[in-house]
């Protein structure tokens, strides 16, 4: 939260102005919109104050407020010496004393209403910079009390939750913040959605962080948001292993696969599940990008063993399809399917896919993810939407990732 914004420092000023220290007919023309109620002490007092703020006499300023202070015993006069703290606190950038001068302003009663508002978020801004939760809720709840959707408001109350480690509601005020700002059309950073998706993680909020995950790579569909939104996904949903071999396989056609690691890891899970041709793609794909030495363990021993593979592989396929079409059930389909995958081939996948579906006796969850996979990679949109669509289960977050992937195509 910005601190002493300039409204509030205008609105503070507002009732006694410069019609302290001017002749009596200036001052009753910048007095018309609200007439003082000052007494001779009063008065005099405050003009010797604002005299020395305005010449920018730091030194007379700092002894000027005990004596306006002493003779301020009305709201208006309370008023004006604490707006003139204000001022003479932004001076000397002496936040304790604009802290202090924020809570007279607003002890005063004499506030005018258009100004609490900005007065109660510095005072909460003040505090919560200070470490003074307490003060800095008492004054968010006071501005959340007279306007409840105060989006600043509500952003720096889910802040505080937060330091209090009460993450549900930080997360839940903060995503309201994101969207009342929103609804009035305007721009969201990509740090609040990154902030959001950070609290939801903290608090190992699983619903939240996918949420939070979605509307991020949603605004900020980059690869650096995909790797981020989709590895908290894994490690807080922790999916069964065929999904969690899946959304890596997502994050490979999002780009978001970043240095050797990831590389290694999906790899190394395709090479365990018996797809070489897929591996030797990968790696040729990470090689081309640079993101990992072809010669350095263990990339090269996965690129020798997949070579090795697959000319044996492809000649078990013709076998593999008569056995599969006969076949009772859509089980073998299914894994001729994830076999043809692998080689990059969508289009026998996809055919038996829709063998298994059709067939019956398999993971349907399971079947329609894989289908809906080979159906996006291949071009065909509409067709990979209705696929995932049908996803239902466990793997559903993952479908609705890849239906967002897919949407962000042209």
Known sequence: MKLISHAALGAALVLCGASLVTTPAVAQKKSAQRSLSLS??????????????QKKDVAAATTAPAAAQAAAKGADAKYSVAALQLQLGGLMSNKQMQSEAIDALIASGAAPA??????????????????????????????????????????????????QKRFPE?????????????????????????????????????????KASRDLITAYPNPT??????????????????????????????????GERDYAELANTLNRSGYPGEVKALLDEGVAAKMFEPTKAPFAQLRTAANSKIAEDKSTLPGLEKKATAA?????????????????????????????????????????????????LSGQKAEAQAAFRNVTGARAELANFWLLWLSQRA
């Open 40 to 53: 001779k002490p009063e008065r005099e007092t405050l003009v010797a104050l604002q005299t020395a703020v």
């Open 114 to 163: 258009d100004a609490l508002p900005e007065l109660l978020k510095n005072q909460a801004g003040l505090a919560f910079e200070a470490n003074n939760f307490a003060k800095a809720e008492n004054a968010l709840n006071q501005l959340t009390q007279i306007n409840p959707n105060d989006p600043e408001a509500l952003a720096t109350l889910a802040e505080l939750r937060a330091r």
């Open 170 to 210: 930080a997360v839940t005020m903060l995503d309201r913040s994101i969207g009342i700002r929103k609804a009035a059309g305007q721009t969201i950073p990509e740090n609040w959605y990154k902030r959001l998706l950070a609290l939801a993680y903290q608090g190992k909020l699983v619903p939240q962080s996918i």
């Open 225 to 258: 948001n995909w790797r981020d939104s989709l590895l908290i996904y894994l490690d807080l949903a922790q999916p069964d292993r065929t999904t969690t071999l899946d959304t890596r396989r997502l994050m490979r056609a999002a780009k978001a696969l970043a």
């Open 328 to 376: 009772a059930t859509g089980t073998a389909a299914l894994d001729l399917g994830d076999v043809y995958y692998g080689y990059g081939d969508f289009a026998k996948a996809i055919s038996f896919y829709r063998t298994a579906l059709q067939k019956g006796g398999v993971d349907t969850s399971l079947a329609n993810m894989r289908l809906g996979m080979a159906l996006a």
